[in-house]
């Protein structure tokens, strides 16, 4: 913990791999692209795994496990789903020391596997709809790793359904992005523009692709998670039929919608700063942590009195008492800034004498000196202080990042700045694929919030129906 | 549901087959050897999990990931292991479009990758020990899969661990062991027996092996967990070292132990009766079923009033309502009969006027007719009184079918009906091998509860320590 990380200011990709490290998130593994997920960082995922699992459920879905050895077959009958997935593929071709006579793949994500076993389980209308989720690993060849943005081994939840029509299935791809605004916003303390993906950007097999986008401490946009509805493409390639009331046999519409272990990436480069992690309340695995402070066993005992006195009035609070006699206090204060923990509580023999103690805030360092039984009453309410406090401090980040704009050149020279620009686009992919190769940046979404202002084009000066949000993303 | 299961006592492995089918627990997959864990059966597999969780955390160890794809060079390392586990391992040998430079193999369990890890993060004394553990997929190419006993890929938690000494690393063994035995008996009411494993049977790359055994309704024994004392073998194998306090610097000794969904199979096969399967209250994912019984929407009102509030009463205990129109009362019966739901309740409309409810036991079709307030009242005990009910039975079922037992002659005559049998042993490989390859049967376990007993082996009539648990096992 003697070592600092890298300033943001200075490399910011550099900043977000020491935090990783420093943090004990997480580090790579022996193979190429795959990812440990060390202690601390793995309890961040679990708070977060626990809550959209709750919200998941509270939604009506259901979770299952499905296989994640796939006959390669599968994947070529829906023909853009194998084209966009193809080239990141993992491979088994040996299994119990015999060449396989089908190779299998390591599922890249699971709809032709489970709406495979969809058909089995579907006969009739009242068969439908089908709420399923999974909570699950997957493989996707990295050529540029990054640790939790990009790796080749995930952890993730996809959400598979299957509905009677296609307004229960848009319904249904909207239920599931308002879920992920609500967790990225309410838990995670990460605000998110919501709107449609682009054909370009579309996943493949989909027919209209949905997503939450974030903004980084950099300005670079992080898509954060997808909502798709797939229409009937799978159910047709899978043969996915129901007999409906009126008697006829139909294709089933199918969504699907995933979050990964990516999101852990971002909440590090939303909150973060140049000291390290900045943890909201609600995912941190310790919300406080207390550094008590003493020179002889008498003032040790007096101190840990207290801290035992707050723990035990506080059960519902993830207090970590860090009483390791090895380490220094300014030495903890440091390890716990970089980790990220959202209040640290002192308590020093003068503290006990005068019947107080000091809390500090992570994000902005305030510090306050409060009696111990105000300390303990004010906590709960502290801690969701800190959490909106977060959340706002990133919208206004956010907010002061993103700007209107309509003349290309001014575009091109002020979008390596980072930071999104709302501007108006000609709906085509020529276009798109132009700004890319220009600037690097894409468009992110066709925000669903738009003040429905008209114009053209910054690029071809054809007509625009709304401003899309362009950014150079992760 | 229209369908009945096969008895067992007509044909156990169909009866184990038709419960898992119809209960909808889990089905074969595509892929041969693999499966798709079901909804009812994923909802189970997760209320087992979060209890054993919460055990593995109380008692000090953390949770992290690990990658799924291990360098096939890594298993080499410790030869026993390699030896062990290279018949079952599956292969990718392709990966991103290429013929990759070394091949990765599906961890088959995590030893190498972890105690690999464990060297980059232990230095000194100091950092140990480690208590970590994992919730993870594993793969294993299995030419006879059975659904949740053995299937080519399946979901288990694996604790590993490095210690300073070998009586730590012994100490930790034995507390894993416990653990299990406790969540086995209170929260799977399986009764087990805890011991040893004989030489023929440890893990491969273990110095002992620990391992709880229950038995199934047709006498045959199943492994349901294991914990193992490594030794330094995987230490050395890794580079595993720590610099002691004295300066010196040592190899650390691992242990790893696991449970895995066979355990699913487990609870299926100790409780399950000619109807179906039979659920303990602490891991049944509906408690209570309740079936409102009506003809008109009036009377459909009256007693959907009785069940709203039953619901309301008792927040903490998982009641499903089955509502649905389209089935008659007798038949969900049978279904909540076949899925194992430990307490039904009836609400009529004569009921209603009565002001009772019909309560009736899963496990033994017990019936009762109860004031809507005494039975609020009464189901928190009740569900008790049920999970303990499952335990005493099973106990009373294996004790009824443990036998000591002397003369070789007798033995081979018997163990084919099933059942313990407690006898003495020589303590050597040749002995046990010619008791499996004349009879099936093979050593369980040396038990640690003992009446230290000493005699002479059944076979060899070379004397014998103790008497040790042989049965035909799954």
């Not at 709809?129 to 050529?143: D, G, K, S, T, Y």
């Amino acid at each position: 913990m003697a070592q600092k990380v890298t300033p943001m200011t200075q490399d910011f990709s550099k900043w977000y791999n020491d935090v990783v490290k420093m943090a004990e998130l997480a580090e790579h593994a022996p193979v190429k692209g795959c990812m440990v997920i060390r202690p601390y960082g793995y309890a961040l995922w679990e708070n977060m795994r626990d809550k959209l699992d709750s919200m998941i459920k509270a939604t009506g879905h259901v979770n299952a496990y499905f296989p994640m050895l796939i006959p390669e077959s599968f994947l070529q009958k829906e023909a853009e789903h194998v084209e966009g997935f193809a080239p990141e593929l993992a491979i088994v071709t040996h299994g119990g020391g015999k060449k396989l006579e089908e190779n299998l793949v390591l599922r890249p994500t699971s709809e032709t596997i489970i709406y495979h076993m969809f058909a089995k389980w579907v006969m009739s209308y009242r068969d439908l709809p089908i709420l399923m989720n999974q909570w699950a690993n997957v493989f996707r060849w990295e050529m540029r790793p990054r640790l939790f943005l990009r790796t080749l081994e995930f952890l993730w939840q996809e959400g598979h359904t299957a509905h009677r029509n296609e307004e229960e299935a848009e319904a249904e791809t909207q239920t599931a992005l308002e879920m992920y605004r609500e967790f990225a916003e309410d838990t995670l303390a990460i605000p998110v523009i919501t709107g449609e993906k682009t054909e370009t950007e579309r996943f493949a097999g989909a027919v209209r692709t949905y997503c939450i986008e974030a903004m980084m401490r950099d300005g670079k946009a992080l898509q954060a998670g997808t909502s798709h509805m797939l229409g009937q493409n799978f159910a047709k390639a899978f043969d996915l039929q129901f007999q409906d009331q009126d008697g006829e046999n139909k294709y089933a519409y199918n969504t699907s919608w995933g979050v990964s272990t990516r999101l852990v990436g971002a909440v590090i480069m939303v909150h973060g700063d140049d000291d390290g992690l900045i943890l909201p309340p609600k995912i941190a695995p310790h919300q406080i942590v207390i550094v008590p402070i003493y020179r002889s066993d008498e003032e040790r005992a007096l101190v840990m009195e207290v801290a035992d006195k707050v723990r035990a009035a506080l059960p519902d609070v993830r207090i970590h008492l860090d009483d390791r006699d090895q380490y220094k206090p300014g030495w903890k204060f440091a390890e716990w800034e970089q980790k990220g923990v959202p209040l640290r509580m002192e308590i020093g023999p003068k503290d006990v004498a005068k019947g107080q103690v000091v809390l500090t805030q992570r994000h902005d360092r305030e510090k306050e000196f409060l009696p111990i039984d105000d300390a303990i009453a004010q906590i709960p309410t502290k801690l969701d202080d800190l959490q909106k406090a977060l959340l706002e401090r990133a919208r206004a980040f956010r907010d002061e990042r993103t700007h209107k704009i309509d003349s290309y050149d001014e575009f091109k020279k002020r979008v390596g700045d980072g930071g999104f620009y709302l501007a108006h686009w000609d709906g085509t992919k020529e276009t798109e694929a132009k700004v890319k190769a220009d600037t690097k940046a894409t468009i992110r979404c066709i925000p669903f919030d738009t003040d429905g202002e008209e114009g053209v084009c910054m690029v071809s000066g054809k007509p625009s129906k709304q401003r899309v949000v362009f950014a150079r993303a992760y």
